[in-house]
């Protein structure tokens, strides 16, 4: 059979993520130590984990409505009130299967064949893919260094034609670890003017911010109405797992994302909502302390890490939020890709190729620091050996020259 | 942050009292002379008081230690409530601990002894006999599960793959 004839071109086209590669050679190295996790080191708060077993006892086994459980909704709806001042009611809350179902089914309750959509660059390597698949045109926003990795609305306005259906802003960023300050989110509303372009705002790093509070581009005088907010469980609760997210929109738009996530999901898997039920819970009533704890965990690594990059030369912008610092790594002479495939090779580090977050993304690499300090320090000491050893070798070069 | 420069020692000093200077500094972005100096202050000022290990005691090669908690009923002194006895309790190298209760029994008093034999003499000759004990009643511990929030056996933990998105 000639199976190329047969798949879907626009799948087989796709090229798979530029994360799998390394991931198959540092899951087989021994003594390999990684920073390439995207996803936290914590453990599932205890409560939690005993909230979701404690469905299991009482056997709750079964669907749920499509939409989500509705005390689940409304406690959901709330801590967007309370912590980022975004006013949603139950009928305006869907929970998905992750934010990545989320932002799936946005993408294709949105996109018709041939509407663009605005993408930062480097950002999450699903938004491209999730747009090629709803027959839509990926359009990169570069973003640099130089100002934060934030969007501007100079950057996008140039952008922007009669086909832009829809913008991604995603901050705190996966890779950078940049932020947008309401200013900033501000500033960049001020392109949308007069357009019906939708803002699809993946905020699920939102409880992961270093400096102030994360501000929410829902929250923006006037722009409730075009935007759709996606965020989930998966790192501010530690919960990657157990695939838990949701959809924040206004009912037009999230009517017809719930009925893609219907036919195509049926409903989220029940334990997990029953833990997504206690960690809002418990989070209201311990004023989420279980999250600042972490919060302060992350940032004293992050302190640390940056210090670090910047000592050895690797240029390195503050990151405000999420768990990654993104460090340039021009100054080596390397391609990211080669850098990260030396490092791994004589040094037995992992950390991922900037390239793989789109080309903008190419000359740094994404590191995290979701790792215990121990395992930060023995990545440092190899990273900064392979470093001085780089440039021992090429001060050898110019003497032989 | 809202919280005070020595809490945050405090906090990386108590998950691993081994964490250097240097390190510390690096992660609260201060300096290591900065941060040298309010270890001194708090060793000096006896709010740091020492650096100490949790072990494992069923993987050390030597004889295990025996661990008893003792619950101690006492008549307060005169003038010095409960502050005197604790006193006389606590001078006791055996006891590791010793702490004010509320409820059913006055102190808490954690034993550490080479045998059952050791621990049973120290209640009975020593503690028992103090005055202004009137009771006394022995817990050993049996196995430990979980000391200063570390769960034991300590093994990697890390159950992620190696690299995600
Ligand atoms: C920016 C961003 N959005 C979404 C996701 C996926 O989240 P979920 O686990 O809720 O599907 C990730 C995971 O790494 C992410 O980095």
Redesign the pocket.
């Known amino acids: 059979m000639n199976y190329d004839r047969i798949l879907n071109p626009a799948v087989t086209s796709m090229p798979p993520s530029g994360i799998r590669k390394f991931f198959d050679i540092a899951a087989e190295m021994e003594d390999c130590i990684s920073l390439g996790v995207?996803?936290p080191d914590f453990v599932t708060p205890w409560d939690i984990r005993e909230a979701a077993i404690k469905s299991l006892k009482d056997g709750m086994t079964c669907y749920t409505g499509n939409a989500g459980l509705p005390e689940l909704r409304d406690l959901i709806c709330r801590y967007y009130k309370e912590r980022f001042g975004v006013f949603y009611t139950r009928a305006e809350c869907l929970v998905?299967?992750?934010?990545?179902?989320?932002?799936d089914l946005a993408m294709r309750a949105l996109v018709s064949p041939g509407d663009e959509v605005l993408i930062p660059a480097p950002?999450?390597v699903?938004y491209m893919p999730c747009v090629t698949l709803a027959g839509g045109v990926p359009v990169a926003v570069p973003t640099t260094s130089a100002n934060g990795f934030k969007m501007t609305a100079e950057a996008v306005k140039p952008l922007i034609t009669p086909r832009t259906k829809a913008i991604i802003l995603?901050y705190p960023?996966?890779p950078t670890g940049g932020i947008m300050t309401r200013e900033d989110l501000l500033a960049l509303s001020k392109a949308f003017e007069g357009t019906d372009i939708i803002v699809v705002t993946?905020e699920?790093?939102a409880e992961l911010t270093y400096s102030g509070t994360h501000a929410s581009f829902g929250a923006l005088p006037g722009m409730w109405d075009r935007t759709v907010t996606?965020?989930?469980?998966?790192?501010a609760f530690a919960?990657?797992g157990w695939?838990?997210?949701y959809a924040l929109a206004p009912e037009p738009i999230l009517d017809q994302m719930l009925k893609i996530h219907q036919f195509t999901m049926l409903c989220a898997p029940i334990m997990a909502q029953y833990a997504g039920i206690e960690a809002l819970k418990n989070g209201f009533d311990t004023n989420f302390e279980e999250v600042r704890k972490m919060r302060r965990e992350y940032n004293r690594r992050r302190n640390y890490l940056v210090r670090q990059f910047n000592s050895m030369g690797l240029t390195c912008f503050e990151p405000f939020g999420?768990f990654y610092v993104f460090p340039c790594i021009r100054s080596t002479g390397l391609t990211s890709e080669e850098f990260c495939n030396e490092l791994l090779y004589g040094k037995r580090v992992a950390v991922v190729p900037g390239g793989a977050f789109g080309d903008t993304g190419e000359g740094f690499i994404r590191c995290s620091y979701a790792y215990s300090m121990d395992h930060l320090i023995e990545a440092c000491r190899r990273i900064s050996e392979f470093i001085a050893e780089r440039h021992a070798k090429s001060e050898d070069y110019v003497h032989v020259i | 942050m809202n919280r005070s420069f020595a809490a945050e020692i405090l906090d990386i000093l108590a998950q691993d009292s081994r964490t250097s200077a240097a390190i510390i500094a690096q992660m609260l972005n201060s300096t290591e002379e900065a941060v040298l100096a309010e270890i001194a202050r708090m060793e000096k000022e006896n709010i740091l008081l020492r650096y100490t290990t949790i072990v494992n005691e069923e993987l050390t090669e030597d004889k295990e230690t025996i661990h008893a908690l003792i619950e101690v009923k006492v008549t307060p002194q005169y003038l010095q409530g409960y502050d005197a006895i604790a006193d006389m309790i606590s001078r006791y190298p055996e006891v590791r601990a010793c702490y004010l209760m509320s409820g059913a029994y006055d102190f808490m008093v954690l034993v550490d002894g080479p045998t059952l034999r050791d621990v049973s003499r120290f209640v009975t000759e020593k503690l028992s006999v103090l005055n202004g004990v009137t009771s006394t009643g022995t817990h050993f511990v049996l196995k430990k599960y979980k000391d200063n929030h570390v769960v034991m056996p300590k093994g990697s933990d890390d159950r992620r793959q190696v690299i995600?998105?």
């Open positions: 995207g996803e998905t299967v992750g934010a990545s179902e989320a932002i950002s999450y699903s995603t960023n996966n993946d699920i790093y996606i965020s989930g469980f998966s790192k919960m990657t695939r838990l997210g999420a | 995600t998105p």
